[in-house]
């Protein structure tokens, strides 16, 4: 068990609505980033974040935003739903001191379904 | 971003045979990761390698990270069916944090 802990793990939506997924990131890590990934595809890199500041971002439109807390903590928030959004979104904590050969740290996800 | 390419995509194998499994980029990697993701779970880290021509061995898994650190590529011998996943790569060093699209590895008993 990695320590980094997702909710919910599952959720249904329709096409239009908005998301919001959450993440608490292992004790003493500084760095969340988000990735989504389809069934039987590699994970996507959606953003990072550090201290509270967006710290990269991957190929994804405007619709997806994030945030992160004092306690490292983040959220994922998606737009506007499509039908492609439909995916397990992962995050995953991590040292940004330590990103050229750290680990990440993942958890289990929170599968997305959207109608 | 750099594009990492893995193959084969799939690989079906029984219990006791050996395989390997690449990871392959048309640019440098400063360092590779190997993480493996079971099903309803989150990837978890396998190694990391840092070294050109480097090969780090973890009891049945050797992994070797390419001269030139444009490719690395995971041996498993004796394969079990614990060893069934998604083996993905991951490259160090980039803001863009890219796998690969992964192995899916299936050990039949």
């Known amino acids: 068990e990695t320590g980094v802990t997702q909710s919910p793990t599952h959720l249904i939506k329709t096409r239009g609505q908005q998301v919001t997924l959450r993440c608490s990131s292992q004790?003493?890590?500084?760095?969340v980033s988000w990735y989504q990934q389809a069934l039987g595809q590699g994970p996507q890199f959606i953003f990072q974040?550090?201290?509270?500041?967006?710290?990269g971002r991957g190929n994804f439109p405007p619709r997806f935003s994030g945030l992160q807390f004092p306690n490292y903590s983040s959220e994922l928030n998606v737009n506007a739903l499509e039908l492609d959004d439909s995916a397990l979104y992962l995050c995953?904590?991590?040292?940004?001191?330590?990103?050229?050969?750290?680990?990440?740290?993942f958890g289990e996800g929170s599968r997305l379904t959207v109608l | 971003t750099q594009l990492l390419e893995q193959s084969p995509q799939f690989l079906s194998i029984q219990e006791g045979e050996n395989l390997t499994v690449y990871c392959n980029s048309s640019?440098?990697?400063?360092?590779l990761q190997w993480y493996r993701q079971e099903p309803g779970e989150g990837p978890v880290l396998l190694v990391t390698?840092?070294?050109?021509?480097e090969v780090k061995k973890l009891k049945r898994l050797t992994f070797q990270f390419g001269d030139a650190r444009k490719d690395s590529s995971l041996h498993i011998t004796a394969a079990q069916p614990g060893d069934t996943g998604l083996y993905l790569c991951?490259?160090?060093?980039?803001?863009?944090?890219?796998f690969g699209k992964g192995t899916k590895l299936t050990v039949n008993p």
């Open positions: 995953a904590s991590s040292l940004l001191q330590a990103r050229d050969t750290g680990e990440l740290f």
């Open positions: 004790s003493g890590h500084n760095t």
């Open positions: 974040y550090y201290r509270e500041e967006e710290n």
């Open positions: 640019s440098v990697f400063s360092s």
């Open positions: 390698v840092v070294t050109g021509g």
């Open positions: 991951r490259q160090g060093g980039s803001e863009k944090l890219v």
